[in-house]
């Protein structure tokens, strides 16, 4: 059954990557994920349910992709490397979820359900880089955290949208090297 829903929560996030959120419903998921009609709504009833539960799997995806790449940290160029490595996942072989996550944030911006999801998704990456930040003797790593955050969500965006080519590591081994000066 859980691979049933996983197939469900995939097929979800490739309609609204590349199609939107308004190609998000039941049928076209069942459809997407090669389900038997009826499938996902037997796992999400409604569709801020489904939304939610989109949004919670993009997490737990998200979450492993953090897990995998980032380790302690010992060098400033360590921390580059591994921020610039998820930012090109992040807009490379995963940008349909990466958009998916946008277009759903923007969606529920307004949701008292969904943000506290969101911003606890949020503070999972902002712990790490403060933390890395920390280590590398940064005069102010939450400040240095949350300037690195807001760096990659420019990058984020600015390759989806307009330029998917431009280069990742000069900006963020500039903003990490900024964050590290006293």
Known sequence: MAATRDRALAAAVTLVGEQGVRALTHARVDTQAGLPKGSTSNWFRTRDALVAGVLVWIAEQERADLLAAMGPAQTAGDVVDALTGLLSDATGPHAAR????YALFLETAASPDVGPSVRA????FEDWTREQLVRLGAPEPDAGARALLAMSAGII????????????RPTVELAVRAALIP
């Not at 965006?157 to 990742?168: F, K």
Request: net charge positive; glycine share 0%; no cysteine.
């Open 98 to 101: 990466t958009r998916a996550r």
């Open 157 to 168: 965006v600015n390759r989806l949208t307009v330029a998917p080519d431009a280069p990742i």
């Open 121 to 124: 998704q949020r503070s999972l």
